[in-house]
């Protein structure tokens, strides 16, 4: 029986984590932590029946305690819940399904603790990489990527010695608006952008892969997890999302993952690594697909990729300001307070106001975080 805990149950990653359990009963869930959704989280608690459950909020976890009085579940809130779940003495694995930099002290915590990460969270290595990798191998936990991308990748390097890549190829669908001129993009609407036509996820993230903010923010996740220079990271647009990523090595070969898409597929495997696991679902056929075409990215159009790669190049604490200025970017977006193009914007923005740190610590990150939230808020009073 492996024993899981998961932050963010009750999100895109978090639910589909649930469905794979259900699905496989070896897993027993242990904990589980939330944002808001405190009827999500009672149903999840009758069902999965953790030890211990947590809501961000000290009065949706009051809630919920009153919820589940009947039931025998500690019930815990804040940043103390966070840390205490993800360290469960019960728990192996700790999937960080959970949104935005809040994820770093608990996953800090779980590798101090001894628990593999099944990790979701992009905050977590895109502004802390330098501090969670080597803890990682300091504790000998792994990390296992749950992201489509990067777990293809992890896949292609099965076996194969990391020193002998070439090069990473990580693809991207191109979103709704692949092929669009900026002209075009200045008329887009919230509803337009949460149109993905391949993959089902959470708002942010759809918005993120529209912009294409979300593949520049795998990019530097991928330079963290497999250790390989920004120059050999390299962004294909694959529209039909079979090919999830791949890897070339030194002697030319290329080594890839397919199927179709389907965000179980990686989950499930990082739970289970290195076994493979039988899962329902759809199946790839090649006759009806037909052909799988592969194109160019376009920077220019798309600027939040460029602005990823600079920010990344900078290093330090400017990744923290690419994403903590596209969070609140999308945010203000999806609250149509500002227009889609005005999301790079404000993000270039932010960087070019930012004095980086070198070596951040946890406190300097965080406190890189707040300051790009200041800078927006006050870019937005101003506008």
């Given at each position: 029986?492996?024993?899981?805990?998961?932050?963010?149950?009750?999100?895109?990653?978090?639910?589909?984590?649930?469905?794979?359990?259900?699905?496989?009963?070896?897993?027993?869930?242990?904990?589980?932590?939330?944002?808001?959704?405190?009827?999500?989280?009672?149903?999840?608690?009758?069902?999965?029946?953790?030890?211990?459950?947590?809501?961000?909020?000290?009065?949706?976890?009051?809630?919920?305690?009153?919820?589940?009085?009947?039931?025998?579940?500690?019930?815990?809130?804040?940043?103390?819940?966070?840390?205490?779940?993800?360290?469960?003495?019960?728990?192996?694995?700790?999937?960080?399904?959970?949104?935005?930099?809040i994820g770093i002290r608990p996953t800090i915590a779980a590798i101090q603790a001894g628990k593999d990460i099944a990790l979701a969270n992009k905050e977590t290595l895109v502004t802390a990489g330098h501090i969670i990798i080597p803890l990682a191998k300091k504790y000998g936990v792994s990390i296992l990527p749950v992201d489509s991308e990067h777990s293809a990748i992890f896949q292609s390097l099965n076996g194969e010695p990391a020193d002998k890549i070439e090069k990473i190829l990580l693809?991207?669908?191109?979103?709704?608006?692949?092929?669009?001129?900026?002209?075009?993009?200045?008329?887009?609407?919230?509803?337009?952008?949460?149109?993905?036509?391949?993959?089902?996820?959470?708002?942010?993230?759809?918005?993120?892969?529209?912009?294409?903010?979300?593949?520049?923010?795998?990019?530097?996740?991928?330079?963290?997890?497999?250790?390989?220079?920004?120059?050999?990271?390299?962004?294909?647009?694959?529209?039909?999302?079979?090919?999830?990523?791949?890897?070339?090595?030194?002697?030319?070969?290329?080594?890839?993952?397919?199927?179709?898409?389907?965000?179980?597929?990686?989950?499930?495997?990082?739970?289970?690594?290195?076994?493979?696991?039988?899962?329902?679902?759809?199946?790839?056929?090649?006759?009806?697909?037909?052909?799988?075409?592969?194109?160019?990215?376009?920077?220019?159009?798309?600027?939040?990729?460029?602005?990823?790669?600079?920010?990344?190049?900078?290093?330090?604490?400017?990744?923290?300001?690419?994403?903590?200025?596209?969070?609140?970017?999308?945010?203000?977006?999806?609250?149509?307070?500002?227009?889609?193009?005005?999301?790079?914007?404000?993000?270039?923005?932010?960087?070019?106001?930012?004095?980086?740190?070198?070596?951040?610590?946890?406190?300097?990150?965080?406190?890189?975080?707040?300051?790009?939230?200041?800078?927006?808020?006050?870019?937005?009073?101003?506008?």
């Open positions: 029986m492996k024993k899981i805990a998961i932050l963010g149950s009750t999100g895109s990653i978090g639910t589909q984590t649930l469905e794979v359990v259900r699905g496989n009963a070896d897993l027993q869930v242990v904990a589980l932590a939330a944002g808001s959704s405190v009827e999500k989280m009672e149903a999840q608690i009758r069902e999965f029946h953790p030890e211990i459950a947590g809501m961000w909020g000290e009065k949706e976890a009051r809630d919920l305690q009153e919820r589940v009085a009947d039931l025998d579940v500690k019930i815990a809130s804040g940043m103390e819940g966070l840390l205490e779940m993800a360290t469960w003495p019960e728990s192996q694995v700790l999937v960080t399904a959970i949104v935005g930099m693809t991207a669908s191109g979103g709704p608006f692949r092929g669009w001129t900026r002209e075009a993009l200045a008329h887009v609407q919230v509803e337009d952008a949460l149109r993905h036509p391949n993959w089902s996820m959470g708002r942010k993230i759809t918005i993120d892969s529209s912009t294409l903010v979300n593949k520049g923010l795998e990019v530097m996740e991928a330079r963290w997890l497999f250790g390989v220079e920004l120059d050999r990271i390299q962004v294909l647009v694959h529209p039909q999302s079979i090919l999830h990523s791949a890897v070339q090595f030194v002697d030319g070969a290329i080594m890839a993952q397919m199927g179709v898409p389907d965000m179980k597929l990686p989950i499930q495997y990082a739970l289970f690594y290195p076994d493979r696991r039988s899962m329902a679902g759809g199946r790839v056929d090649f006759f009806t697909l037909g052909q799988m075409t592969f194109e160019k990215p376009d920077p220019d159009t798309f600027d939040g990729l460029r602005l990823a790669y600079e920010a990344a190049r900078a290093g330090g604490s400017m990744p923290t300001v690419y994403n903590a200025a596209n969070e609140r970017a999308v945010g203000l977006f999806l609250d149509r307070k500002i227009a889609y193009l005005q999301i790079s914007e404000l993000i270039g923005e932010a960087m070019g106001h930012h004095r980086v740190v070198r070596e951040p610590g946890v406190e300097e990150i965080l406190a890189a975080e707040q300051e790009t939230y200041e800078y927006i808020a006050g870019r937005i009073s101003r506008k």
